[in-house]
């Protein structure tokens, strides 16, 4: 916890200053705290995105990092005073319940961040990604050795680029700290609503992002994307109420770069971007101005899309199908790329590609409305909240930035019962819907501070105590919930939760490292690249015929697949 705290407050200053020279640049006079830490994010994202494409995020782009921040420190010292001082003030305007409340929050956060990483995802490409951008950077045809790869998130790079491999192994926690900003955001929300200093409704919605930490949690303790996706979808989205209803440049602008940024993060999160058009539209007599300067933003947030997605799959349009005249020598072979296309929407559905492909739409959505354990319950949450959320909001006094919400949400839903219905790729919008229902119910200032209270004790239990997860999840490796050891109070457990042996495999011209202790298909955990789970390499050996070789002798040159000779 102490190394992971440490580690924290220099990620803090470095983003704060970075985030201070973002709204100098797009002039803004005055931003949320919260909200400039969030730009400084951003922009390290794609500052390290431009350097992975000719070298690694390694300790040589860490030294330039300081020296950039140190410049910009030095031209920009009257801001970044102005900025620190805004955020002492705004803490320690909280009353004394809420600075307990945050401090409790921050405790259990470093805590579970610190513990066993509980996402099987971490297992699988998470650790791997990052440790190809700590030690190559982009790396061409990486998606040849293991498909996932070719998800490379801006979280992931921007995890690469924080995660300080160069010094110490064990930090992967930026999730981790996106939660705790996202809970001083709601609190500094929930406590202006409490305490009458800014009455508007949107600040009690959105300041109960606490009453969720409870499923947030387990995930935090590895660097999940979906994390940051639901924080800053939270802030985007109470920007955005805010600005519907009087214009304001600071939560415009936020609003724009938080869209960028979201879908740098993860393609699902797209549709946000109308949430920018929308008020663009309506304000274009004062957002006109802007037009250059957040071009310029998206524009370089799209190229470096477009290059890394290039450079890592050889396809423009990853994780969708490609246009085959686009592709690149490195490419995924099409027979693989349409095998695992046709593989994820049947595994959304919960049904086998026959079965989905001979399903009527009707059979198709039932098996989704249907499916065991905890999909099933979100997708009937998610079924739930569509119907009912119109007649929550029908009286509200923000109907029609709700009901902006609502038509954004079913466009995603559509577009995600096309692709792959997962409920985490819509739970933005279940976070929002079931927040404003909470906020109809709960509206008694002592009733809201309990459910607060009690939502932090309910997060807690699992952090200490054991639970046995089989009832919403029927995957052996979340059997058991990840717990907090009093040995992890200054060192945090190590990034993968499973051993580092492993053995080697000679693959015609490529060394292949396989884990020994790994038990499940895509599991790579914690092991020296080049990576690959023995079962998953011979299943590509026997199912599509190839087998992952180097282009070059260089690691660095990448991948290929190549025919496999028997």
Not at 273 to 279: G, K, R
Not at 411 to 431: C, E, G
């Amino acid at each position: 916890m102490l190394f992971i705290l440490l580690s924290w407050l220099y990620i803090l200053a470095i983003s704060s200053v970075i985030g201070v020279t973002i709204n100098k640049v797009l002039q803004l006079k005055k931003q949320d705290s919260i909200i400039t830490i969030l730009f400084g994010f951003f922009g390290v994202t794609l500052m390290a995105s431009i350097w992975a494409i000719p070298f690694a995020i390694n300790a040589y782009f860490h030294v330039f990092l300081l020296f950039f921040t140190g410049v910009l420190g030095y031209l920009n010292y009257k801001f970044i005073l102005a900025y620190c001082l805004q955020l002492k003030t705004e803490i320690a305007a909280l009353t004394v319940f809420f600075k307990i409340l945050l401090s409790c929050i921050a405790l259990l956060i470093l805590a579970q961040s610190a513990s066993p990483p509980f996402v099987i995802d971490n297992e699988s490409y998470y650790i791997q990604t990052i440790k190809w951008l700590n030690e190559y950077g982009f790396v061409n045809g990486l998606v040849n050795l293991h498909v996932f790869l070719g998800q490379t998130s801006g979280w992931h790079i921007l995890q690469s680029a924080f995660n300080f491999n160069f010094i110490y192994s064990y930090f992967n926690d930026l999730s981790a700290l996106a939660l705790l900003l996202g809970n001083v955001y709601a609190i500094f929300k929930l406590h202006a609503f409490l305490s009458k200093k800014d009455t508007h409704i949107s600040n009690l919605i959105f300041g109960f992002f606490p009453l969720w930490n409870l499923f947030f949690f387990p995930f935090i303790s590895a660097p999940s994307p979906d994390i940051a996706i639901y924080v800053l979808g939270n802030i985007l989205l109470h920007q955005f109420v805010l600005c519907f209803a009087t214009y304001s440049k600071p939560a415009f602008i936020t609003v724009v770069i938080f869209s960028f940024f979201m879908a740098f993060i993860k393609l699902s999160a797209v549709p946000f971007c109308i949430f920018s058009l929308v008020l663009y539209k309506r304000y274009f007599i004062f957002t006109k101005s802007t037009t250059s300067i957040l071009m310029v933003f998206g524009g370089i947030t799209l190229v470096l899309f477009s290059i890394k997605n290039i450079i890592i799959t050889g396809n423009l349009f990853f994780p969708l199908q490609g246009i085959e005249s686009l592709k690149t020598s490195w490419s995924l072979p099409e027979n693989i790329e349409t095998y695992f296309a046709n593989y994820t929407k049947p595994y959304a559905y919960h049904l086998t590609a026959q079965a989905f492909e001979n399903a009527s739409y009707f059979t198709k959505l039932k098996s989704w409305l249907l499916a065991p354990r905890l999909h099933g319950i979100f997708n009937k949450v998610i079924l739930f909240l569509l119907v009912v959320f119109p007649f929550f909001i029908y009286k509200s006094q923000n109907k029609k930035a709700f009901y902006t919400i609502y038509m954004v949400a079913i466009i995603s839903m559509l577009f995600l019962f096309v692709t792959s219905p997962q409920y985490r790729f819509f739970f933005p919008f279940i976070l929002c819907f079931s927040l404003v229902l909470v906020s109809k119910i709960i509206t008694h200032k002592n009733s809201i501070k309990i459910v607060v209270v009690i939502s932090t004790v309910l997060a807690a239990i699992p952090l200490f105590f054991k639970v046995n997860n089989a009832a919403i999840s029927n995957n052996k490796q979340l059997a058991v919930s990840s717990t907090f050891s009093s040995e992890y109070i200054v060192k945090p457990y190590k990034n993968s939760k499973y051993s580092e042996k492993y053995k080697s495999i000679l693959l015609n011209e490529t060394t292949i490292h396989t884990p020994t202790e790994v038990d499940f298909f895509w599991g790579t955990g914690d092991i020296p690249l080049p990576a690959l789970q023995q079962e998953q390499l011979d299943f590509f050996k026997s199912h599509f015929q190839v087998i992952p070789q180097q282009r070059t002798k260089h690691l660095k040159d990448g991948f290929i697949s190549k025919k496999f000779q028997q």
